[in-house]
């Protein structure tokens, strides 16, 4: 299809405040970056333009579509110049490729040793065919050009990248004004395929150019133009643009930026889409940055009306003390293992409650709701952190008598943790259509950690944190980590590395990108201090730090094995929070027991008793069988060998 996009004049003075010399590299290749940065931002209107020419006042540049003719005019200063000549030959001479090249070595080998005055020879210059012009039905016209060692190499090496290593005469290659080149494909002899040619093009770009050059095509008319360019990289910390923080997109969480494309600047952002990808895994060494996107996901999810809820190790779980006021109710699952199994079994609760509204209006998900039946039920994020410490098999030190308290503590705990994988799993199996998101993280995604392939198969996004992965972490965590991208060694040599990755997410590529980050060392401002003052603004939390706690009573209602937990003289946490027994009638709880020691959970045998007591008493009592169910689950995950 013929060019009909026209040329576009730019300014130059604001760009190049100090002045632009065409003359410069370093000058033209900035100004290409500019006009990468322009196509990306309005590719309707810059996409595949390249310079074309600098006024000589340097004011202006004239950029032009690649694929515009632009050829005619250098051949014509060549002609002129008596580096390019014609000559007639019969049609019949380049009929067909094959034909060609026997045309084409004896009209080369003719010029190499012609003595016509008008042809000229220039120390370390050949005449190669560029082109086969047809005139009339008999007659063509062969075109030559004097071209030196270089120029004849390139035009050979791009010949084989697209496959014409035996009719290199079949590709045009021009110079351009950034100090590269345009090759145009002659219409009949190649089909420019990109799945194809990229790679090998790429490849030959920078074995001409060097790293960080890079080319555009444009399959439509069989035009390639080469840039050159330096490795694209990252500063030393990309702060969030004030677009993440004016805007709350609930659908679309950003987190940082890709590692930008080829010849340009900046990187596009980079997102989890929460409709399309409800479950994310996000994985990586301590030190890497994990907490720094974890956090920054949570911002984007809770800024745009999302609720929470965590679970993590009671050690690690100061990482989420920043959002603690936005936890729901019975949402903080940070305080214990039993905690963790409680909160998970509120969202199960939780998500079979959506599920019945949704059947009720006919819908397939969440996101199908009226918009005043989704703010009723507002979309939930389940973040899972440092899962290996809480949800990860443990093995029982064999040897032990069925009595010894190491024993029987390793068996409880056992169970507890099998109970928080199977829900773990059931979660991400079953409530992505309810509203529920879920990001689940940890050093390492393995088996051992409690994050099976059962589990990752169903977090379809994945985030990977740290500048060197071993293959082994990598295949793990990654979809396909054949085909991933790696980050770059260039980027660790120059020190800006720090909270770079690779993510796989749902309709995306995989990429390397960097994390957003910031901080405020002036008034001693870390990043979750800065993310908590702008989740104030946007979203005004409802609770307080110390949202979503469980009393030991409710987690037992929620969680019956969790009665079945062995004395070891130690109160539980909740004890703080106990009432004074002045707020109770004469000092003693509804059950009969002192009320400074209500809160203290009772124990193995005794919290049975005392079920077992209330139960015939006529009190219902979810939890009456709270040891039988201990011990059967305890069997249940031997024998699963959980």
């Known amino acids: 299809m013929p060019e009909t996009r026209p040329k576009i004049k730019i300014g130059l003075s604001k760009m190049f405040p100090d002045g632009f010399d065409a003359h410069n ?43 515009m003719s632009t050829d005619d005019k250098e051949m014509q200063k060549l002609l002129t110049e008596g580096m390019a000549h014609g000559d007639e030959i019969d049609a019949a001479d380049c009929m067909g490729e094959a034909r060609q090249k026997d045309t084409v070595a004896r009209i080369e080998l003719n010029y190499a040793n012609s003595t016509d005055p008008t042809i000229k020879h ?5 005449w190669k065919v ?20 270089k120029t004849i190499s390139i035009r050979q090496q791009f010949a084989e990248a697209l496959g014409l290593q035996k009719y290199p005469w079949l590709i045009r290659l021009t110079p351009t004004a950034e100090g590269g080149w345009k090759i145009r494909i002659k219409g009949n002899a190649a089909t420019y395929r990109p799945s194809k040619h990229d790679t090998k093009i790429q490849e030959t770009v920078e074995i001409i150019g060097g790293e960080g050059w890079f080319f555009k095509a444009d399959a439509e008319n069989g035009v390639i133009t080469v840039y050159p360019g330096v490795p694209p990289t990252f500063p030393a910390v990309i702060n969030p643009p004030k677009e993440f923080w004016k805007k709350s997109d609930l659908r679309h969480a950003y987190f940082g930026m890709k590692l930008p494309d080829r010849g340009r600047e900046t990187g596009d952002l980079l997102y989890n889409d929460w409709k399309d990808a409800s479950g994310v895994l ?20 809770v800024s745009a009306g999302c609720q929470l809820a965590v679970c993590d190790d009671k050690y690690k779980s100061v990482d989420f003390k920043w959002c603690r006021p936005w936890v729901i109710d019975h949402g903080w699952g940070c305080d214990s293992m039993e905690s963790c199994a409680a909160t998970l079994q509120h969202i199960l609760d939780l998500s079979a409650v959506r599920a019945n509204v949704i059947n009720q209006y006919g819908k397939e998900n969440w996101w199908g709701l009226p918009e005043d039946v989704r703010k009723q039920y507002p979309p939930i994020l389940l973040v899972c952190d440092e899962i290996a ?22 068996e409880y705990e056992k169970g507890i943790r099998a109970m928080n994988y199977m829900a773990l799993l059931k979660i991400c199996q079953t409530v992505r259509f309810s509203g529920i998101f879920f990001m689940y993280a940890a050093q390492s995604a393995t088996s051992q950690n409690g994050l099976d392939p059962s589990v990752r198969t169903n977090l379809p996004s994945k985030i990977l944190l740290g500048d060197k992965v071993n293959d082994t972490v990598r295949g793990t965590v990654l979809n396909d980590a054949k085909n991933a991208p790696t980050v770059p060694s260039y980027l660790i040599e120059a020190g800006v590395s720090r909270g770079c990755g690779i993510a796989e997410l749902v309709g995306q590529e995989a990429c390397v990108y960097k994390g957003f980050y910031e901080d405020d060392h002036k008034h001693g401002k870390s990043w979750s201090d800065i993310l908590r003052e702008h989740m104030m603004d946007s979203n005004p939390p409802k609770g307080n730090d110390e949202a979503g706690h469980w009393s030991w009573n409710d987690i ?13 003289g130690a109160m539980y946490e909740d004890d703080d929070h106990s009432p004074s027994r002045l707020e109770t009638e004469g000092g003693f709880g509804e059950d009969g027991r002192d009320v400074a020691d209500r809160d203290e959970p009772l124990k193995g045998a005794a919290a049975a008793a ?19 169910a201990a011990r059967s689950l305890a069997k249940e995950s031997a024998q699963q060998g959980l």
């Open 25 to 67: 590299p370093g000058d033209m290749m900035r100004l290409t970056r500019k006009i990468q940065e322009k196509a990306a931002r309005q590719p309707e209107k810059y996409e595949g333009y390249l310079i074309d020419s600098i006024s000589p006042d340097g004011l202006y540049a004239y950029i032009a579509p690649m694929a």
């Open 122 to 126: 220039v120390s370390g210059m050949t």
């Open 130 to 149: 560029i082109d086969f012009i047809p005139r009339t039905s008999s007659k063509s016209v062969v075109l030559l050009q004097l071209m030196d060692d």
């Open 282 to 301: 996000v994985a990586g060494a301590s030190n890497g940055g994990k907490s720094v996107v974890i956090n920054c996901l949570v911002y984007a999810a």
């Open 389 to 410: 410490q809480w949800a990860a098999p443990l093995t029982v030190p064999p040897g032990l008598s069925k009595d010894n308290p190491t024993r029987i503590k390793a």
């Open 556 to 568: 037992i209602v929620a969680v019956p094995a969790a009665a079945e937990k062995p004395d070891d």
């Open 610 to 628: 005392h079920a077992s007591k209330l139960y015939a008493a006529g009190v219902d009592v979810p939890h009456v069988s709270a040891v039988a």
